[in-house]
């Protein structure tokens, strides 16, 4: 039997149709400008890609698209459940839930607190629920795993009415990444999770950090939005909260244009004034671009100040684990963070750091703390947590 997983945003769809148990991906694929004249998608199978223009463009038809796909495979009736990623589950969800009437109404409860993710999600659960009507639909949450966080991790030192009734708390993101790769990690050092203090960073557009306490989040560096903390590809991560007002004084920008340029034009786009891409950023750097070398010195450094605040989390560090595509790719990055890192002693092993790329997993220190490259998978651990939920047993 197979899981389908379903990423929905508002102009897109990402799917895999995988065997939760074995993590054998039967299909994958994009659907990308929904709603424009231009949409299409693209479906891979056995490393082969093939893409097709979306007439209308909504959800609905690159959901023909996949079932006439599923057909075409002779597996559509072999599909046993769909698992949907939903960025906010708020303080109601610490666990992937099984889509009911009820469930989309806390989904819906939460679309304030993710406006622009939350609604993207909802379209995309009932197109799809229309498209695969005979089966369950789970709903997998990117903060589910950090309501584990302790209230002196989680409270923001604000009037407590904020907090009860407008829920300004810190959530956290990345929830699916940092649990995956964690339990990875554990296994690659063959040690049980849970006696493990961890820090995981995921670097990718977005990035976060977390602090993994016997596979349970204890903090992290995304907040209310994911917005705070590390610099992003285009976010700013944290500034002072006084910028708002002083910038809206001086410039005469609305809230609403400081919050859009600190999601979209800051970060390392815009320290860099070149790009948001890591790698692009890394080739301008080494061509001695000044703006480019700031935007990643400041990016290691900022990323460094935080896993070490993660160690106070935790206590003591058993071990740091990179992941996501700057994570999983760039040895410079990580072994740049390793130095700035001295206070907790990681030993790199240059050759090992530099053999860590392209899906290669494993152990980048020969002494010290361990810090490791772990491949994350987040279409996998959704249709593995989807299998749980149901009772199918993954
Ligand atoms: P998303 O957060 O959108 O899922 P990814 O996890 O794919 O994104 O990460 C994208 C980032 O990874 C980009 O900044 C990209 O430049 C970076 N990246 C990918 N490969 C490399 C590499 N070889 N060296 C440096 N950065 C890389």
Redesign the pocket.
């Known amino acids: 039997m197979w899981t389908l997983v379903l990423n929905c945003g508002s102009s897109s769809v990402k799917f895999a149709l995988l065997n939760p148990a074995s993590g054998e991906v039967r299909l994958s694929g994009l659907a990308e400008r929904l709603g424009a004249p231009e949409a299409s998608v693209r479906l891979e199978r056995d490393g082969q890609r093939t893409t097709h223009a979306l007439r209308g463009g909504a959800y609905a038809e690159a959901f023909d698209v996949l079932l006439a796909e599923l057909d075409t495979l002779g597996v559509r009736s072999e599909v046993s459940a769909v698992g949907h990623r939903v960025v906010h589950g708020g303080e109601r969800f610490s666990a992937p839930a099984r889509i009911t009437a009820d469930v989309l109404d806390a989904i819906r409860a939460c679309v304030p607190l993710a406006p622009l993710h939350n609604p993207a999600n909802l379209s995309g659960i009932e197109a799809a629920r229309a498209a695969f009507p005979g089966v369950p639909h789970v709903a997998v949450f990117d903060t589910a795993f950090h309501q584990t966080m302790p209230d002196v991790a989680y409270r923001y030192a604000v009037p407590e009415a904020w907090y009860t009734r407008h829920g300004v708390r810190r959530y956290g993101f990345h929830g699916t990444s940092h649990a995956f790769v964690a339990a990875e990690a554990a296994a690659l050092l063959g040690r049980p999770l849970a006696e493990l203090n961890l820090v995981t960073a995921h670097l990718?557009?977005?990035s976060s950090v977390c602090a993994v306490q016997g596979g349970r989040s204890v903090d992290t560096s995304m907040g209310l939005t994911p917005l705070e903390g590390l610099v992003m590809?285009t976010r700013s991560g944290d500034v002072d909260p006084g910028l708002h007002d002083y910038l809206a004084r001086q410039s005469g920008l609305t809230l609403s244009e400081i919050t859009a340029a600190l999601n979209r034009e800051s970060g390392l786009l815009g320290l860099s004034n070149v790009a948001s891409?890591?790698?692009?950023l890394?080739a301008a750097a080494a061509n001695g671009h000044a703006g480019a070398r700031l935007a990643v010195d400041v990016f290691v450094y900022r990323l460094a100040k935080t896993v070490a605040g993660m160690a106070v989390a935790l206590g003591r560090l058993d071990g740091l684990v990179f992941t996501?595509?700057?994570g999983e790719?760039?040895a410079t990055i990580r072994a740049a963070t390793l130095r700035r890192l001295a206070v907790l002693s990681f030993e790199v092993d240059e050759a090992a750091n530099a053999a860590a790329?392209r899906g290669q997993s494993g152990l980048i220190t020969a002494g010290g703390v361990p810090a490791l490259v772990v491949n994350t998978n987040e279409e996998l651990s959704i249709a593995r947590q989807t299998e749980e939920v149901l009772g199918h047993g993954a």
């Open positions: 990718g557009n977005g590809g891409d890591m790698r692009e890394e996501g595509g700057i790719n760039s790329v």
